[in-house]
């Protein structure tokens, strides 16, 4: 089974959730540096809390507690917790007794700390401030938890495979594979003999794996976004519309494109344009205007000279069109060299491929292919690949025109 969903809603439930009292709002974006110092907290609001109380600080005491937590009023969390470098992870007491599970559970926190280097350093190169803090991570059995959450109308994804509520609670499931998948697999079971349910849920487990890693990539991205803008810019639409927030996820966290939505993929695309057409520092400066302040439009105008979101996706778009018309266009030329050799026509094929190639190459290099390959890297990266396909070029050039040569000299 592959999830070809969308990976995550990421915030845009935040605007559903927000109320915009000064409670609600401390706990939007709670900043701890210890699991000790988070615990206390969450303790001290037990005696308090109740259904009148702000939705953000029930999720703060839900996603700090375990079992092993003093609990009182007769609030138990049936989760296990534990600290995973600056992250506070709680996951199903079941899970202790679920072989699958568990080993999800060992790879996942093998994990945590190499991709969380990652995207901070990834990050950093894009001008981001530092998260400061203590990070929620809450994991649930599967998928099927999210079942409840609908997109939005305008966004139709086939599924929500992640949630980042407020500024740095994280929910991802144990696994991607829900009920109605097992009831399918073993119905196509029953029919056809030859289907292997065994080892379909091995290999339906390790592509799940592979999301829930992708999907906390992106998730990453939500938190180190929501928290450096704070409360409670970060849930203001209007100002900072879900284009922005959930291009900046899928662009930033390198979620694979085919496994997005259509919608979700035009929005990483706009930031792909941005990279390839107006470089790495380009986006720098775009990030840094967010940061201090100013809402997308405006940074928009100022760092790209463009009038509104509307001027970013007709640009984008006409630039995706044109890219790939050039794309067919050098395939169709290379087919026809092709095969005209295929007809007996005299000519230095190898040599006019070559030529081909190199001319490519050189395009790719104005339309941002650099870029593209190594833009989340930084702009040393971005140089290193310039260099290196400009040297392809000027090599298979160089080949090229020798071998066209010889065999105009082999005619004479």
Known sequence: MKYTASFALGCVLVAMMASGT?????WENPVFDSESAAVAAAVAELPMLDADSPHALHMFVDFTLGDSDQRGNGHRANAKSETIGDFLLTRPASSNHNETQRRTIERFRESIPPEQLVIARRLARFGFPDLDGMVWCRMVENVDAFSGLKPPSSDKM???GGVTYYCRYIMLPLSYIGADAIRELRRSAGLNPSVNIGDTLRRWQRESFANLVSTFRHELVHVHINSGLGVPAYSNRSRLPTWFHEGTATYLSGDPHAGLSTRYQQYQNLFFYLVQRHGVAGLRS????????????????????MDSAEQLYEQAGRRHRLVNSLRIAFWVVGLVIVAAAFRGINLPVLGALLVLLAVALATSLVFGLAEHLQGLNGATAVLAAKGVITLLAVTAGAAGLARIRNHRRTLD
């Open 22 to 26: 000064e409670v609600e709002r401390r």
């Open 158 to 160: 086939s599924r929500v």
């Open 286 to 305: 775009f990030y840094t205007a967010i940061f201090e302040g100013n809402d997308v439009a405006t940074a928009l105008k100022s760092v790209y000279r």
